[in-house]
């Protein structure tokens, strides 16, 4: 099992930039593959963006491509998610996530570990 902790969260104007860390302890975090969801007010958790243990395959949500960036540093036992251009639409409670499984998965039932989420406020 692996411990998540996210930060970085807050209160941002439409077309600004946040960068979300997930802190990792515990089993060894480049055994993980990792990703990113997101669950707004009356919504579904929903994908936003996932990585391989290495960092060097990542995948995007349609909804996010271009603007969010997913990234890794196993040295340092953490994950990234860079987004830019931010929308309204994005505001959310992020959580990151592990997983065990071979290749990058989007369906959070894939995922064995959670964070307990950081807020997403963008302000139109």
């Known amino acids: 099992q692996v411990h998540l902790v996210e930060s970085g969260g807050g209160l941002v104007q439409a077309g600004g930039s946040l960068k979300l860390f997930c802190a990792a302890s515990?089993?060894?975090?480049?055994?993980?593959?990792m990703g990113w969801f997101r669950q707004a007010p009356g919504k579904e958790r929903e994908f936003v963006a996932a990585?391989?243990?290495?960092?060097?395959?990542?995948y995007y949500a349609d909804s996010v491509k271009g603007r969010f960036t997913i990234s890794r540093d196993n040295a340092k036992n953490t994950l990234y998610l860079q987004m830019n251009s931010l929308k309204p639409e994005d505001t959310a409670v992020y959580y990151c996530?592990?997983?065990?499984?071979?290749?990058?998965?989007?369906?959070?039932?894939?995922?064995?570990?959670w964070g307990q989420g950081t807020q997403v406020t963008v302000s139109s």
């Open positions: 515990g089993r060894t975090f480049s055994s993980y593959a």
């Open positions: 996530a592990a997983q065990t499984a071979p290749g990058i998965r989007t369906r959070q039932y894939d995922y064995e570990d």
């Open positions: 990585i391989n243990w290495s960092g060097g395959n990542t």
